[in-house]
């Protein structure tokens, strides 16, 4: 099997050393320091203190990427629309693009590029810390879920396979929106926690103060989805997002290592949609407001900050 990874951040590079030891990976990424060391090292993740490099093919022009049987888009938010045009010009007739980003509306971004029929919803909670380009230090193993539907099931069975041999936990499932949402729940709480804190996901748990804020932050975040008509996945919000925490613990958010790395961060898309979507069922959300707003802020202030 042929598989693009799309982005080769924390996750892409993850799943690029995975999944290189049991098919033939090609990494499509527009920087050129990446490309340079996947070609040079091979895609390298470390695990504890074992570091296991794989040898990837990579490119940075999608005309150079053989017809793909998948490919797993794995760019920031704001990189979904030129992922998927990538994703549309390397698939095959009968591949299938997942997205396993975090937020709301890629889904949507991929089918309308790839078409409806080739285009996946995944989601993932798997922890993956970035170390530099091409090196990546696999920090979570949490399940990884594919939305299959009758017409791509053999498909997808296979890509799930293959993922499974990877040495990743998948479960294919029917109910994608609450997928969707139960990950957005733990995205909109534990990502712009950690990243404000500067703590990694396990240190969320490790205070009161720290505590109450990640259960604030998740019953709202449940309360939006559930006006929405959403069943999450499983009974108790906090309950869910501290074991995340717990799981990922030695994990730094997605959205810490942005900040750490003076990043535009994925807040738009994760707590930016969630407060959109309270608006829209009419839910207050003034804690998911707030949070928003201050990483909104951390951000702009990059330039700014002062160190110790
Ligand atoms: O998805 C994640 C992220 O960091 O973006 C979690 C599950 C919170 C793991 O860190």
Wanted: net charge neutral.
């Amino acid at each position: 099997m042929r598989v693009g990874i799309i982005g080769a951040g924390a996750l892409g590079t993850l799943l690029a050393g995975r999944l290189g030891r049991v098919a033939e990976v090609w990494v499509f990424s527009t920087h050129a320091e990446t490309i340079e060391a996947l070609r040079r090292g091979g895609a390298q993740v470390l695990v504890d203190s074992e570091e296991m490099s794989t040898a990837v093919q990579v490119a940075g022009d999608p005309t150079r990427v053989p017809l793909l049987d998948a490919a797993l888009v794995c760019v920031k938010a704001y990189e979904t629309e030129r992922a998927a045009e990538a994703a549309r010009r390397m698939l095959g007739q009968e591949g299938l693009a997942t997205t396993l980003q975090n937020g709301l509306g890629h889904f949507e971004i991929l089918a309308q590029k790839v078409g409806s029929s080739r285009a996946v919803l995944g989601v993932t909670y798997l922890g993956a810390s970035w170390l530099g380009p091409g090196r990546v230090r696999w920090a979570g193993t949490g399940p990884t879920y594919l939305a299959s539907r009758p017409e791509i099931a053999t498909r997808l069975e296979e890509m799930g396979e293959l993922l499974s041999r990877a040495g990743l936990e998948v479960h294919l499932v029917e109910d994608a929106q609450g997928l969707l949402w139960g990950k957005l729940v733990v995205n909109a709480t534990i990502n712009p926690l950690a990243a404000l804190l500067r703590v990694p996901n396990g240190a969320l748990l490790e205070s009161e103060a720290a505590r109450r804020l990640l259960q604030a932050a998740a019953l709202e975040a449940a309360q939006v989805a559930r006006a929405a008509g959403v069943r999450l996945p499983y009974e108790d919000p906090v309950v869910h997002v501290e074991s995340v925490c717990r799981a990922t613990a030695a994990n730094y958010a997605s959205m810490l290592q942005d900040v750490l790395q003076r990043r535009r961060t994925e807040i738009q898309a994760i707590n930016g949609a969630l407060v959109r979507a309270g608006e829209r069922w009419g839910v207050d959300t003034p804690f998911q407001r707030c949070l928003l707003r201050l990483v909104e802020a951390l951000e702009s202030s990059y330039t700014s900050q002062v160190e110790a």
